[in-house]
């Protein structure tokens, strides 16, 4: 039995590997994107929660809602209103990803101490100058956790894109799922695994290039 | 006399409407390459004072002149950029190196990179770090000692007329903090700037000041020299200072 799988699997891949590309590449910048919107947004938000206080509980509330429901219904109700294809998908997964992204903006922003605020601005640095240099650098790597989060977050929800007809690895799985073809549901589910975690990788890579003075010996 | 460096005008702060002053009617005129050390209890105001300096307070009444220019008449922002800044918790940001942060206020100011470089050089052999060993280091790699003469360094960055210390060496073990008076003298000694130190320490105050300036409850109980103040202490809350110290001396000497 397992034999007879791993030659559908190699089956599959010599006979669809050009199918199998274009899925994980439709995947990928579905993903990309969303994540790219999602982290957009997110900071946007973060940031003005910080800075007005009294909206924050507005917005973090407006987005933890919207992230209850689920993304499968998301996808659905939007049918109606913007069709199906890529547009829908992209608003259910930016959903998804901007509350880990919102969140750990703001609590990165909140834990920079009050006294490196007072030391920038009594160097003489603008308000703009703080946030630049500042306050975002030090924020940067917890938000960048909750970048991480959102990605992974997104690479697995991409899945139910396929659904719509947005394409990516989830056709392969429905597809498998339809003609109960166990093959095309390990190729599909593990890469959907793989991409997950290779994110998951190299975010902790760029947070090891980026933030290296949080990894020097004392 | 020299030039007048600090100039406060019967100068008030409060902060809420209904409360106290915390700084309360002051007016005193500071001259230029004085070192002037502000000593009172916690709550006497003296960091309010400091602070009203370089506007990161605002006073709620009076005026303060930096060599006879009202400082409400420019831009926060250059009048802190004219000033050395230092705090107790040192304040170096984490993620630049050594030689980043000293650089902070020239780069702010576009000097070219090797201006800058020079410049950090310069000032990381002055406060006595190897500038090779440290340039390329993050602050927290450095001692608690090493870090505050990097806050040092970069307050003098750009060679500023009036540096405002607000206890800096407050984190400080004794034998660290003894080095670092004696080459805060050193520097002072060198650059003919006016210096405002503000400490709890009577001992720190009395060492390093020309002049000494006691708070009290917001007021200056006196702003004298060391020897003046000790000679003729202007009220009972100076002549408590005075004697708490001298009570620890005895204390030293009952031990010997």
């Given at each position: 039995m397992s034999v007879n799988l791993w030659m559908q699997i190699s089956d599959y891949f010599f006979n669809n590997s050009n199918d199998y590309w274009v899925s994980v590449k439709a995947h990928m910048e579905i993903s990309f994107y969303a994540l790219l919107l999602s982290a957009l947004i997110g900071i946007t938000c973060g940031h003005l929660c910080v800075k007005h206080k009294q909206y924050e509980r507005w917005i973090v509330s407006l987005f933890q809602v919207l992230r209850i429901v689920p993304s499968l219904a998301v996808l659905l109700l939007l049918i109606p209103i913007m069709?199906?294809?890529?547009g829908p998908a992209m608003v259910a997964l930016v959903l998804l990803a901007i509350p880990p992204i919102l969140m750990n903006t703001v609590a990165g922003l909140e834990a920079v101490p009050p006294f490196l605020l007072e030391a920038a601005y009594g160097a003489g640095m603008s308000d703009r100058q703080v946030l630049w240099k500042v306050k975002f650098p030090l924020a940067a790597p917890i938000m960048l956790t909750g970048i991480k989060t959102a990605a992974i977050e997104i690479i697995a929800s991409a899945t139910l894109a396929a659904k719509i007809g947005?394409?990516?690895?989830g056709g392969i799985i429905f597809t498998g799922l339809g003609l109960n073809r166990m093959d095309l549901l390990l190729v599909g589910g593990i890469s959907v695994a793989m991409l997950s975690v290779a994110a998951g990788l190299s975010f902790d890579l760029t947070d090891r290039f980026l933030f290296k003075y949080k990894f020097v010996r004392k | 006399m020299s030039l007048t460096a600090i100039e406060f005008n019967n100068v008030s702060k409060k902060y809420s409407q209904s409360g106290d002053y915390v700084v309360d009617h002051v007016s005193l005129s500071i001259y230029e390459g004085e070192f002037v050390t502000i000593l009172g209890?916690?709550?006497?105001?003296k960091t309010t004072l400091l602070k009203m300096i370089n506007r990161l307070y605002e006073p709620n009444e009076g005026t303060i002149k930096l060599f006879g220019e009202d400082?409400?008449?420019?831009d926060p922002v250059k009048v802190r950029r004219r000033i050395g800044y230092v705090i107790?918790?040192?304040?170096?940001?984490?993620?630049?190196?050594i030689a980043q942060n000293v650089a902070i206020v020239p780069k702010l100011l576009k000097w070219n990179k090797s201006k800058i470089s020079t410049r950090v050089d310069e000032l990381l052999s002055l406060v006595g770090l190897e500038p090779q060993e440290f340039?390329?280091?993050?602050?927290?790699?450095?001692?608690g000692g090493q870090q505050q003469r990097i806050g040092l360094a970069r307050a003098l960055a750009t060679d500023p007329k009036i540096m405002l210390l607000d206890?800096?060496?407050?984190?400080?073990?004794a034998i660290n903090r003894l080095n670092l008076q004696d080459e805060l003298l050193r520097i002072h000694g060198g650059l003919k700037k006016t210096f405002l130190f503000v400490t709890h320490d009577i001992n720190e105050a009395f060492k390093l000041g020309t002049r000494v300036m006691i708070m009290n409850k917001g007021r200056i109980c006196q702003f004298d020299t060391p020897s003046h103040i000790v000679k003729n202490p202007a009220d009972d809350f100076v002549s408590s200072l005075i004697y708490s110290s001298r009570e620890q001396e005895r204390f030293w000497e009952g031990l010997d």
């Open positions: 069709g199906t294809g890529t947005a394409g990516g690895l | 209890s916690s709550g006497s105001g400082i409400t008449t420019v107790q918790q040192v304040g170096l940001f984490p993620h630049m190196t340039r390329n280091r993050y602050p927290s790699q450095l001692s206890e800096p060496f407050g984190a400080i073990d």
